[in-house]
């Protein structure tokens, strides 16, 4: 098959998808773009009937978008349905990180629908990672930083999906290039939705991308809440989630606990060991005047407040996942 690189539609992941299938490809027109492609056979246009097909190329990686490989980390914030807290603790990782004189970007990957910009107060309806991932599968992946929003100093935001349907855009491979595009200057932190099954899914997934980035990440933290349906949930995520990974997960949060759950810390520590092999590793307080606060002010606990106990638990957990980092920043001005 001979394209012209710059035809609508034609990105990076439908090349690889392609040539996945065993369709050899070749590009006319603008090497460069072809190249960004990862099209291996680029005739000259006079020359196009005198190819040689031979065997179909092997599928390329996604190109390399620095010169370096990337020297960051990323770190991914999961947890079952149910709202225990994910976002919340992605964005206190996030803002940990920053206050520590490292740029961060906090990513919205939940394919059910983002709600960090909401969080942190960014009303632009224009969403970042759908931008991020059609100019990173164009080929222009420089173009990645331009669609962050500065949200706290040194911590940058990649606004997720406005709407739950709009899930087929973040094409994996162009997803997969956005997240290395930043982490050659940002440290990075994603927030991804609860589903990681398949669903016997003919063609793609919804929940594909969750997965990989689950799969790729140097850092999962998983994120439950304290109470029976909570902890029923975690328990059968970190079961399910077994499965996925093919090293357990950094850490283990409980998060929302309450005295009036009747149950403590070790109580609740004990049932999850004693069901999955996993002590969770973090005790979140349920603090409803904190968490209010930061929400209706549009900013992150941290800057909420600094002292309180929820807030210094996570930067305890943060330090921990990035211990040993160099500085890539000077420390944020107060």
Same mark, same amino acid.
């Given at each position: ?13 439908? +090349? ?41 190329? $092997? ?14 980390? &990323? ?11 994910? !976002? ?18 906090? %990513? ?6 983002? &709600? ?10 224009? &969403?970042? +990672? ?18 962050? +929003?500065?949200?706290? $100093? ?6 997720? /999906?406005? =709407? ?20 050659? #200057? ?7 939705? @609860?589903?990681?099954?398949? #669903?016997?899914? *003919?063609?793609? !997934? ?42 357990? $997960? @950094?850490?283990?949060? *409980? ?16 049932? +999850? ?18 968490? #209010? ?10 800057? !909420?407040?600094?002292? @309180? @106990?929820? %807030?210094? =638990? /996570?930067? #305890? /957990? ?6 040993? =980092? ?9």
């Amino acid at each position: 098959m001979v394209v012209d690189p710059s035809l609508p539609g034609l990105d990076l992941d439908v +090349v690889r998808e392609l040539m996945a299938t065993g369709v050899a490809v070749a590009a006319c027109g603008d090497p460069e773009a072809a190249a960004a492609l990862g099209i291996v056979r680029r005739p000259a246009a006079a020359h196009l009937g005198e190819v040689d097909w031979g065997q179909p190329a $092997p599928v390329p990686p996604p190109p390399p978008v620095v010169d370096a490989l990337p020297t960051s980390r &990323s770190i991914v914030v999961w947890g079952p349905a149910g709202a225990p807290g994910r !976002s919340t603790v992605a964005i206190s990782i996030a803002a940990t990180v920053a206050a520590a004189g490292r740029r961060v970007a906090l %990513v919205d990957a939940d394919v059910a629908g983002g &709600s960090l910009a909401q969080q942190l107060g960014v009303l632009d309806d224009l &969403s970042g +990672v759908l931008a991020a991932c059609r100019a990173a599968g164009n080929g222009r992946a420089h173009e990645v930083p331009d669609h962050l +929003v500065e949200v706290e $100093p040194w911590l940058d935001l990649l606004t997720g /999906l406005p =709407r739950a349907d709009l899930w087929p855009h973040l094409r994996i491979g162009a997803f997969t290039t956005v997240v290395d595009r930043l982490r050659a #200057d940002h440290e990075v932190v994603l927030d991804v939705g @609860s589903g990681i099954d398949l #669903d016997g899914a *003919v063609g793609r !997934s919804r929940h594909a991308l969750t997965r990989h980035l689950l799969e790729n990440a140097d850092e999962v933290v998983v994120v439950g809440r304290a109470d029976p349906v909570g902890l029923t949930r975690l328990v059968h995520g970190l079961l399910e989630l077994a499965d996925v990974l093919t090293t357990p $997960p @950094s850490a283990v949060v *409980v998060n929302q606990v309450r005295p009036g759950l009747g149950w403590t810390e070790r109580e609740i520590a004990e049932t +999850v060991r004693r069901l999955t092999g996993r002590v969770p590793d973090v005790f979140l307080p349920l603090d409803h005047a904190l968490l #209010d606060a930061a929400a209706m002010l549009g900013r992150s606990p941290r800057t !909420s407040a600094p002292t @309180s @106990s929820f %807030v210094r =638990r /996570l930067d #305890d /957990l943060a330090t921990s996942l990035t211990r040993g =980092r160099a500085v890539i920043a000077s420390p944020p001005p107060e």
